[in-house]
């Protein structure tokens, strides 16, 4: 970029340049000009050259900061840029990485995972057999319970039964004599065992 000072330096040249320039234009198109004509240019390009030197002037210091800015704007995007451009390269690196070892972390997570199921299959399993020989035992248990109540209850009507078979066959053969003898053993053997 050109700067301030040097654009101030080369000023004079650059309104001497112009003004021949015009000048010789003028004297090309109008085959001899007069001395009016003459200052006519001479005013002209010194308006122009003044024009341009104080736009120069006044305009230079905020152009200069509007494209420092600019210029300071860019680098900070670039840089930001180069930044976010370095970043997606390592996580494009440590995706790669990732999708490299995705299949052994696949089988891994697979073979983990049949182990727990095996593991706890072999608990439900053994769940099921200690169910089944708790099952099994009170089973065995209330068939104990039960048979010894049906006998008990069988021993008891067998009892009732026999009691009443023996009380009816007594009813029929037992005499008057074979009662009171019965009644006399019976005190004798009561006796006996208060004495």
């Keep these: ?5 040097a654009i101030r330096r080369r000023l004079p040249l650059l309104g001497a340049a112009a003004l021949l320039v015009l000048a010789g234009a003028a004297e090309a198109s109008g085959g001899g000009a007069s001395s009016d004509q003459w200052w006519n240019l001479l005013y002209r390009t010194l308006n122009f050259v003044v024009l341009l030197a104080v736009l120069i002037v006044v305009l230079r210091k905020p152009l200069k900061t509007g494209l420092g800015a600019r210029v300071e704007q860019i680098k900070g995007e670039l840089e930001e ?18 999708l490299a070892h995705a299949a052994q972390e696949r089988e891994e997570i697979l073979k ?55 009380e009816d066959l007594l009813k029929q053969k037992i005499t008057s004599e074979d009662q009171t003898r019965l009644v006399d053993e019976y005190l004798d053997k009561v006796s006996r065992e208060v004495q």
């Design 1 to 5: 970029m050109i700067s301030g000072e």
């Design 81 to 98: 840029l180069e930044a976010k451009r370095e970043e997606a390269r390592r996580e494009y690196a440590l995706m790669e990485q990732r």
């Design 112 to 166: 983990e995972f049949r182990a727990l199921g095996e593991k706890e299959m072999a608990k439900i399993i053994a769940a099921a057999q200690e169910t089944a020989a708790r099952i099994k035992e009170q089973a065995s248990f209330t068939i104990e319970q039960e048979t010894a109540r049906a006998k008990a209850d069988l021993r008891r009507e067998v009892a009732e039964m026999s009691a009443s078979v023996a």
